[in-house]
């Protein structure tokens, strides 16, 4: 099993950037595909995007593709969403999410492990 503790959300001007971290733990931690999602007031949970064990590889939903981009950091236990250009529409919580080993980085579905939460608000 894997904790996982999202921070760095916060209110951003249309335009602007954010970092949002997620440290992680757990004995196995290094070996799990590692995701955020997002959730809009009144609407789905959103896949984001996620990144493979290694940080070799990764996948983001069209939406934020060339805006945001997924790392990890082993050695830290940390994974990290760099987000640029943001925009109204990219106002939610984010969350970070764990996917065992094995598992498809690029599939929402693979992911069974979720911190609490980061408030995002992307002002006009």
């Known amino acids: 099993q894997v904790q996982l503790v999202e921070s760095g959300g916060g209110l951003v001007q249309a335009g602007g950037s954010l970092r949002l971290s997620c440290a992680a733990s757990?004995?196995?931690?290094?070996?799990?595909?590692m995701g955020w999602f997002r959730q809009a007031p009144g609407k789905e949970r959103e896949f984001v995007g996620g990144?493979?064990?290694?940080?070799?590889?990764?996948y983001y939903t069209d939406s934020v593709k060339g805006r945001f981009t997924i790392s990890r950091d082993n050695a830290k236990n940390m994974v990290y969403l760099q987000m640029n250009s943001l925009k109204p529409e990219d106002t939610a919580v984010y969350y970070c999410?764990?996917?065992?080993?094995?598992?498809?980085?690029?599939?929402?579905?693979?992911?069974?492990?979720w911190g609490q939460g980061t408030q995002v608000t992307v002002s006009t």
């Open positions: 990144i493979s064990w290694s940080g070799d590889y990764t």
């Open positions: 757990g004995r196995t931690w290094g070996s799990y595909s």
């Open positions: 999410a764990a996917a065992p080993f094995g598992s498809s980085w690029s599939s929402p579905s693979s992911f069974n492990s």
